[in-house]
């Protein structure tokens, strides 16, 4: 019921998404230093100012709550639904070729920008639902409320907040995934690891590292300043060790001292093998070095055993594991710093729900206490809706009504901001088999399917609210 009006007035609107859509996307929406009413910086607040502008000129209700959320409502009822999305976006990264990050671009029907995936496109796609019906002027009995994040790359201390301070509704969405329907978010496991030496004199030796600045983002660069050591020594080993073609080295004699810079490609943690891991293979390059036999060589050839490049199931972890429901153990050794004292870093690994305290955590402390590495972090439990639930019925028949696709439900290893929602699934706005290049170069979102997004959550809207 009410399909054909739905698919009549999104597929009119089509240009004032593209429109919004761009208006967000051109705000680089990264964290910065808190300022006041901007807990997460200028650039998420402006993001969220300019949704909300969005909404009030679509003739929505919007408010800022304290520059952590922004709440969209459909109406004054009780809330039934609330759709959670976000305006934060990864840093640019390298490799951009059919615009620039912060330019968006709709080539042949495809949306360029950073943001158009995730999460910016999907937001407006929702809030473009929201339009649609009210425009229907349909009697609704219930209210939908879109809370458009600012912190979702950075911590969740935006939705956190939120509901610390507000109730649940009986029902939740994120269109921060793939379609149809992510019932089940592995769990994560994202410890500390660190260990310290006297100052090193001995030669030659790695003097300093820097490899990736966010937890869940494959390292797109990594480099390391070598002491010692010859020009010509590095660049041979360079040579001489097998990676993808992907990745590369740029050496460079600096005064007494050779400076290697790794490049290699970001991708979202959670999908390693869709990257290549400039830390792990800058690793792989010092280890095969003729190092001093000092505290940071070992600390070096420890952790390229450990965590070996190309390696995305834990395995020189000793963590590798998979269930029949949600799938493998990923892990992505995503941030690491070296200097002439010690060292410190932090891994990515998403666990299936047979991941537990002695499956994955204590294996993991064990392999890193041996190595001389202290450890601290705790396993944070996945999520996991039974596919029998009631409302994963609605979306279901909502999404195979627009694509004629039949539904299933899905696990993934990225973790959104329905996690520790009671009830709450990922629906959208990704089409199967549609890749993204979330957290990557081109990161992309056909036209179309934002508008097919949008038609769904509002047969949602309309099933759950009428």
């Not at 910065?32 to 901007?38: I, L």
């Not at 300093?208 to 937890?215: E, I, N, P, V």
């Not at 095969?288 to 070096?300: E, G, R, W």
Request: a negative charge; proline letters at 6%; one cysteine or more.
């Amino acid at each position: 019921m009410y399909q054909q009006l739905i698919q009549d007035r999104v597929d009119h609107q089509e240009n004032l998404l593209i429109e919004a859509v761009s208006r967000l996307v051109q705000i680089e929406s990264t964290l910065s230093p808190a300022q006041p009413g901007k807990p997460f910086g200028i650039g998420p607040a402006a993001a969220l100012e300019e949704l909300l502008s969005i909404a009030q000129e679509w003739g929505l209700t919007g408010e800022n709550l304290e520059g952590y959320v922004g709440a969209v409502d459909l109406n004054q009822e009780e809330t039934s639904l609330h759709i959670l999305g976000h305006l934060d976006v990864v840093d640019a990264g390298e490799g951009w070729t059919v615009t620039q990050a912060f330019q968006p671009k709709v080539i042949d029907g495809m949306f360029y920008g950073r943001g158009t995936s995730d999460d910016k496109g999907p937001v407006i796609a929702a809030l473009l639902a929201m339009k649609v019906v009210k425009e229907l002027g349909l009697p609704l009995k219930r209210n939908v409320r879109l809370l458009a994040g600012t912190d979702e790359e950075t911590g969740f201390r935006d939705i956190k907040w939120y509901y610390a301070n507000h109730p649940y509704a009986p029902h939740t969405l994120s269109p921060d995934a793939d379609f149809p329907i992510i019932n089940i978010e592995k769990g994560h496991y994202q410890p500390t690891f660190q260990t310290n030496w006297p100052q090193e004199t001995a030669l030659p030796r790695v003097s300093s590292f820097t490899g990736g600045t966010r937890l869940n983002m494959v390292p797109p660069t990594a480099q390391a300043l070598l002491l010692g050591v010859s020009l010509e020594q590095v660049q041979a080993t360079a040579k001489e060790i097998t990676l993808e073609k992907e990745i590369t080295f740029t050496c460079q004699q600096t005064g007494e001292s050779v400076h290697v810079l790794c490049s290699g490609q970001n991708a979202h943690a959670s999908t390693p093998d869709q990257g290549h891991n400039a830390q792990t293979a800058l690793l792989a390059l010092l280890a095969a070095l003729p190092l001093a036999d000092c505290p940071s060589t070992h600390a070096i050839q420890s952790l390229a055993k450990l965590f070996p490049h190309g390696d995305h199931a834990g395995q020189g972890l000793g963590v590798a594991q998979s269930d029949a429901l949600s799938g493998p153990l990923t892990l992505s050794f995503t941030m690491l710093t070296l200097t002439d004292t010690g060292c410190q870093g932090r891994f990515d690994s998403r666990t299936p729900l047979c991941g537990s305290q002695e499956t994955v955590c204590q294996p993991a402390q064990d392999a890193m206490t041996a190595a001389g590495f202290t450890i601290t972090g705790n396993l944070d439990a996945p999520h996991h809706v039974p596919a029998e639930d009631p409302f994963l019925d609605v979306l279901a028949k909502s999404y195979e009504a627009y694509t004629g696709q039949k539904s299933q439900c899905l696990a993934i290893g990225g973790g959104t901001y329905v996690h520790d929602i009671p009830g709450g699934v990922a629906f959208g706005a990704c089409m199967p088999g549609f890749s993204s290049n979330l957290h990557g170069p081109d990161e992309r979102i056909p036209v179309e399917d934002l508008l097919t997004t949008a038609k769904i959550y509002a047969q949602v809207i309309l099933d759950l609210c009428i």
